[in-house]
């Protein structure tokens, strides 16, 4: 079966760093695009950063020039790297993904990770 596995987050101080994790395993044809939210309560899931396959990335803008997305595509595994860690940054931190796959019969799909804690406190 198809899934997205996210490791690393944890408690930081303001100005540390963390790299969040998101690992995909399964059959996979394809993955189109790669990507990090975040989901406050009564809110819409909010973009972090996002990946397609050409590389071309995207981010909010609370986190230009603090976060960095990349993938290594032979080990079908996504990355964020944060670091000037805010408070503000705190949450759970859901990382998703378009896979094609022999599950799918080829079709892409979406699927999202478990979800990491990120704190940044004092």
């Known amino acids: 079966q198809v899934q997205l596995v996210e490791s690393g987050g944890g408690s930081v101080q303001p100005g540390g760093s963390l790299r969040l994790s998101c690992a995909a395993s399964?059959?996979?044809?394809?993955?189109?695009?790669m990507g990090w939210y975040t989901q406050a309560p009564g809110k819409q899931r909010e973009l972090v950063a996002a990946?397609?396959?050409?590389?071309?990335?995207n981010y909010a803008d609370s986190v230009k020039g603090r976060f960095t997305i990349s993938t290594d595509n032979a080990k079908k595994t996504g990355y964020l790297q944060m670091s000037s860690l805010k408070p503000e940054d705190t949450a759970v931190y859901y990382c998703?993904?378009?896979?094609?796959?022999?599950?799918?019969?080829?079709?892409?799909?979406?699927?999202w990770g478990q979800g990491t804690q990120v704190t940044v406190s004092s």
């Open positions: 998703h993904a378009l896979i094609s796959s022999a599950e799918t019969r080829g079709a892409y799909r979406s699927y």
């Open positions: 399964g059959s996979i044809f394809s993955i189109n695009t």
């Open positions: 990946i397609i396959s050409v590389g071309t990335t």
